[in-house]
């Protein structure tokens, strides 16, 4: 084969595995990204993960003020998720099992005094996504129908990045951009304009977590939402019962 033949040879071979609906080749950065905070055995071999730490919520319309509640998170493999936040006079948990979502508020002083409800779909789906996402360390499972592709380049802080986007559905996108010579992550933007950076580290089962994460979103006003959680532990692979994700008022039907 002459060297005109080999120089049309991968565009040929990439076009051949699209009609024949093969997956895309997985950008080189995440093998990169992965390797940093942890070893193919050890991410691989994760089925959940346990934060506990403080939400540190900042008031859009005065930045100086804040509050401050203890957070428990748990992830768990497949699509299992609970976060509860207790506040001096409210505890507020969100959960997800599967495909059913659902949130419930009760008083602290007394916890028979409670509102529950389910959620609707597009926030099943963002549950779902966030589960994943969590879950995965940038490398999605086969068949879970997100879309990661190479979105080109762009520096941040100064620090030249590769962005990758996950697609989980129209409405569920998350931007990631990686340091390019290290596959360091730098930041992640999300389809709704929020933005996420994480700090710090906590070693876990040979895993690197973040110590603390800042998300910043706009609210209905269109003030900025600024939420920082503060992680003092982290615990891989713990066992949570059914129970933990299922509605309280469905449990024993």
């Not at 597009?122 to 969590?134: C, F, G, P, V, Y």
């Amino acid at each position: 084969m002459t060297s005109s033949h080999l120089r049309f040879f991968p565009t040929a071979c990439a076009a051949l595995c699209l009609a024949a609906g093969l997956p895309a080749a997985e950008p080189a950065i995440i093998a990169k990204a992965r390797a940093l905070i942890g070893t193919e055995a050890a991410l691989s071999a994760v089925t959940s993960v346990h934060y506990t730490g403080t939400l540190t919520t900042t008031d859009p319309a005065d930045p100086g003020k804040k509050t401050s509640a203890p957070i428990d998170i748990i992830f768990q493999k497949p699509d299992q998720q609970r976060i509860q936040a207790s506040g001096p006079r409210i505890i507020e948990i969100t959960a997800l099992d599967g495909y059913d979502g659902w949130q419930r508020q009760q008083e602290t002083a007394d916890p028979t005094k409670w509102q529950q409800t389910l959620l609707g779909p597009d926030q099943i789906k963002s549950l779902r996504a966030n589960t994943l996402e969590n879950l995965s360390f940038f490398r999605p499972a086969a068949g879970s129908g997100v879309k990661v592709e190479e979105s080109g380049t762009a520096s941040f802080d100064g620090i030249d990045c590769v962005k990758i986007s996950y697609t989980h559905g129209p409405k569920i996108v998350f931007i990631r951009y990686f340091e390019k010579t290290t596959g360091r992550l730098v930041f992640t933007e999300t389809a709704a304009g929020g933005t996420i950076r994480e700090t710090g580290e906590i070693r876990v089962n040979g895993i690197k977590f973040p110590q603390s994460i800042v998300t910043t979103s706009k609210n209905a006003a269109g003030q900025l939402q600024r939420v920082t959680i503060d992680f003092d532990k982290v615990v891989v692979n713990e066992p949570f019962p059914a129970t933990m994700f299922t509605p309280p008022a469905l449990r024993g039907r």
